[in-house]
């Protein structure tokens, strides 16, 4: 007898996506099952906390052509 | 706020999500094939895979009505 689990699909760039593996080792509370290079089944009440993770995740590797003003970064 | 807006439009063009069902645990290989494919006519079907025998839509109560019809036909 097959089974249905409620959860969320995830598609994405395969960069994004070892992104979110990465996250999701750290508790393993994220993703459900690794579908395949583009797909993620991850759980639907850790949506949020994943997008928030990996906002910050970009923001941390993403730099901007001129750094702002406010910026409390040591260089 | 304006980097804030460059990264959710990163994140936006980069990544969907759906919320839906995962199929999984069959009994065979013609079970998964059968439900598989009546998922794909009645249009919710948004992902599979024919190796592992998942597959994940984004509604459930037809397939699980088929599932029982199919059962009760036995």
Known sequence: MPRAVRGVLITCEPAIKSIIVHLDSENHDIIIEDLDETHLFVKENMIQVLKAKLEEHLKETYRPEEPLQDSDKEY | ?74
């Open chain 2, 1 to 74: 706020v304006v980097d804030q807006i460059r990264l959710w439009q990163l994140e936006n063009e980069r990544m969907s999500t759906q919320a839906g069902f995962l199929f999984k645990d069959f009994d065979s290989v013609e079970e998964y094939t059968a439900l598989s494919s009546y998922a794909e006519e009645i249009g919710v079907l948004e992902w599979k895979s024919d190796k592992k025998g998942l597959f994940f839509v984004s509604k459930y109560e037809q397939i699980r009505d088929y599932l029982k019809s199919r059962k009760s036909a036995k």
